[in-house]
T-cell receptor, first 112, second 115 residues
């Protein structure tokens, strides 16, 4: 069964450093998303991406964040200058239509 | 508004008994309501969903009911098994509304099945 994959599973970085989180969505899906989950809290929407552009972003998704689909398979989230409060699980999701979003296993980001 | 209230926050159920989790939403335009199961260290997994033109949907031991008038929807798990232990999130989605395809999640319910 096709699934969303994410790398790395765990990323440790120093405050102020740039990180890139990578995702490979399900191959025929058209809509792509990033969510994050701070430890013990609910999942929060960050950004949605369709037709090679951002379709919506939350207030969390400030100028430090960017997304890109550099080729036909990868979908990346970049944080330019990480802060301590960026520590969280980051989930990529994809969908064929605008429902039934399938989530990846997540990347745990730890900012020291 | 985009609030989804979810109750209870924790639920312990004897194996074989039923579990019910309820969510209340505020936006009357909401029209798609999925439920996700999250096991430890994993991403949310879609287990069942319902659209606003349907009152109930069932898939084996799992069912979801929707009360549009009261703006709440519930997850029902019957004949619970140890592998049902997880955190369950309700969510809502304004569908279709291109440019707003985000899922808003509830606060989660930690379900523990007692053998």
């Amino acid at each position: 069964e096709p699934e969303v994959t994410q790398t790395p599973s765990h990323q440790v970085t120093q405050m102020g450093q740039e990180v890139i989180l990578r995702c490979v969505p399900i191959s025929n899906h058209l809509y792509f998303y990033w969510y994050r989950q701070i430890l013990g809290q609910k999942v929060e929407f960050l950004v949605s991406f369709y037709n090679n552009e951002i379709s919506e972003k939350s207030e969390i998704f400030d100028d430090q964040f960017s997304v890109e689909r550099p080729d036909g398979s990868n979908f990346t989230l970049k944080i330019r200058s990480t802060k301590l409060e960026d520590s969280a699980m980051y989930f990529c999701a994809s969908s064929y239509t605008t429902n039934e979003q399938f989530f990846g296993p997540g990347t745990r980001l730890t900012v020291l | 508004g985009e609030n989804v209230e979810q109750h209870p926050s924790t639920l312990s159920v004897q194996e074989g008994d039923s579990a019910v989790i309820k969510c209340t939403y505020s936006d009357s335009a909401s029209n798609y309501f999925p439920w996700y199961k999250q096991e430890l260290g994993k991403g949310p997994q879609l287990i069942i969903d319902i659209r606003s033109n349907v009152g109930e949907k069932k898939d084996q031991r799992i069912a979801v009911t929707l009360n549009k008038t009261a703006k709440h929807f519930s997850l029902h798990i019957t004949e619970t098994q140890p592998e049902d232990s997880a955190v369950y999130f309700c969510a809502w989605f304004l569908f279709p509304n291109f440019g707003n395809e985000k899922l808003t999640f509830g606060t989660g319910t930690r379900l523990t099945i007692i053998p």
